[in-house]
């Protein structure tokens, strides 16, 4: 599975956009990308998944470049309730199953 | 639909003790996967199950086992419990095993060995 780098951590404010990347260089032909969203003492909560381009749903989007080296992922008017740690994974499930490797993850802290 | 549920929420046991973990995963899942959680290596892969089989197996000792059942429950075992071993176990469960087969997470049984 690939490995992920994203930064430790990222403040921002309400109303703001929070755009996250993470780096994935040997990220492979069938690997998808997915991130996670997590709260203290709760289990991730899956945000958005996407393999090539741009992904939007109702909570974020997820741009992807050609070469596929990196994610963004894009907050829209982040709220005190988007304070968590955001996870980037990259894989191909289908081969793997299920086993999901986690990053350090990105703290992101959401200020009035 | 109701979520993954894991049970206990909470449990406190004493070192070289044994525990069983449990995890009721979304109706009609067949896939349910288990992964330590801690402050100093964060989410770590354990195992998954698929059909009562299992699939993958992650970097732990013989101590950690697990198993699921003919309805997709699936329990996870800790025997000779290590203070080290004090986390937050959570449980995920999804379709299947396919590229685009979203997990979801239940919100996990906190551990503490003393």
């Known amino acids: 599975l690939a490995k992920t780098t994203q930064p430790i951590s990222m403040d921002s404010y309400e109303g703001q956009e929070v755009n996250i990347t993470c780096s994935h260089n040997n990220i492979a032909t069938n690997d998808y990308i997915t991130w996670y969203q997590q709260f203290p003492s709760q289990g991730p909560r899956f945000i958005i998944q996407?393999?090539?381009t741009k992904v939007t749903n109702e909570v974020a989007s997820l741009f992807i470049p050609a070469d596929r080296k990196s994610s963004t992922l894009s907050l829209p008017r982040v709220s005190l309730s988007d304070t968590a740690v955001y996870y980037c994974l990259v894989g191909d499930r289908g081969a793997a199953g299920n086993k999901l490797t986690f990053g350090g993850g990105t703290r992101v802290l959401v200020k009035p | 639909k109701a979520g993954v549920t894991q049970t206990p929420r909470y449990l406190i046991k004493t070192r070289g003790q044994q525990v069983t973990l449990s995890c009721s995963p979304i109706s009609g899942h067949r896939s349910v996967s288990w992964y330590q959680q801690t402050p100093g290596q964060g989410l770590q892969f354990l195992f998954e199950?698929?059909?009562?089989?299992?699939?993958n197996k992650g970097n732990f000792p013989g101590r950690f086992s697990g198993r699921q059942f003919s309805n997709s429950r699936s329990e996870m075992n800790v025997s000779t419990l290590e203070l080290g071993d004090s986390a937050l176990y959570l449980c995920a469960s999804s379709l299947g095993t396919g590229g685009r087969t979203e997990a979801f997470f239940g919100q996990g049984t906190r551990l503490t060995v003393v």
């Open positions: 199950y698929f059909s009562e089989t299992q699939r």
């Open positions: 996407g393999y090539k």
